[in-house]
């Protein structure tokens, strides 16, 4: 049972490159999530889906996009990618309620230059 | 506003020693309250959480935390840490705001030293 799997793990971009990150959970959540780690400020929401077909913004989503290709993926590009989004990005998933702990993948380390 | 203030940012502390690790949220209606771990390279995983019920709450490997509503905390406790123990942990609180929303605190990093 994977879980969450997020690939890559590691990228190195330069500025005004683009690139998507994919997200993948083996678990029938209906709930998908975006997050990016940076030190000291924990962890920030990009975007989520509640469930398959829907997606809304969260803290951070300028400069994101995501799609919600199914129930199973939820992947999250940068158009344009800058300096500033030098980050640790994780995906989770949940099921739907308040009271359902989410379900982390192991991350994606990106650098931009 | 609804936030979780986690009070240290650094917990170093000595193996087989007594550890708290706390979490105080500010929110104006009922929440529920989680706690979860981050090894090194690693995603976070599920420590504990509070739901409903009695305020002490047990999880995974040997931690606890009470929930204390009328000071809005809820620290984290272990009676004896290990060195595997150290690693990053998150307190984080799941609020109805028109949807659940799950606000994160900036973590406390743990250091047990031998």
């Known amino acids: 049972n994977a879980g969450v799997t997020q690939t890559p793990k590691f990228q190195v971009l330069k500025t005004g490159q683009s690139m998507t990150l994919q997200c993948a959970q083996d678990?029938?959540?209906?709930?998908m999530y975006w997050y990016r780690q940076d030190p000291g400020m924990g962890l920030r929401l990009i975007y989520y889906s509640a469930s398959e077909g829907t997606t809304d913004k969260g803290e951070v989503p300028n400069g994101y996009n995501v799609s919600r290709l199914n129930k199973r993926e939820f992947s999250l590009r940068l158009e344009s990618a800058a300096p500033s989004q030098t980050s640790v990005y994780f995906c989770?998933?949940?099921?739907?309620?308040?009271?359902?702990?989410?379900?982390f993948g192991d991350g994606t380390r990106l650098s931009i230059l | 506003a609804q936030s979780v203030t986690q009070l240290d940012s650094q917990v170093p502390v000595f193996e087989e020693a007594p550890v708290e690790l706390r979490c105080n949220y500010s929110?104006?209606?009922?929440?529920?309250l989680f706690w979860y771990v981050q090894y090194p390279n690693q995603g976070l995983q599920l420590l504990l959480k509070y739901l409903s019920g009695s305020t002490l709450v047990k999880g995974i490997n040997g931690f606890e935390a009470e929930f204390n509503k009328s000071q809005t905390s809820f620290h984290l406790r272990k009676p004896s840490v290990h060195i595997s123990d150290t690693a990053e942990y998150f307190c984080a609180v799941s609020v109805w705001t028109g949807g659940f929303k799950t606000i994160f605190g900036a973590g406390t990093r743990l250091f047990v030293k031998a």
């Open positions: 929110s104006s209606v009922s929440v529920y």
């Open positions: 989770a998933s949940s099921e739907v309620g308040g009271n359902q702990p989410q379900h």
């Open positions: 678990m029938n959540h209906n709930s």
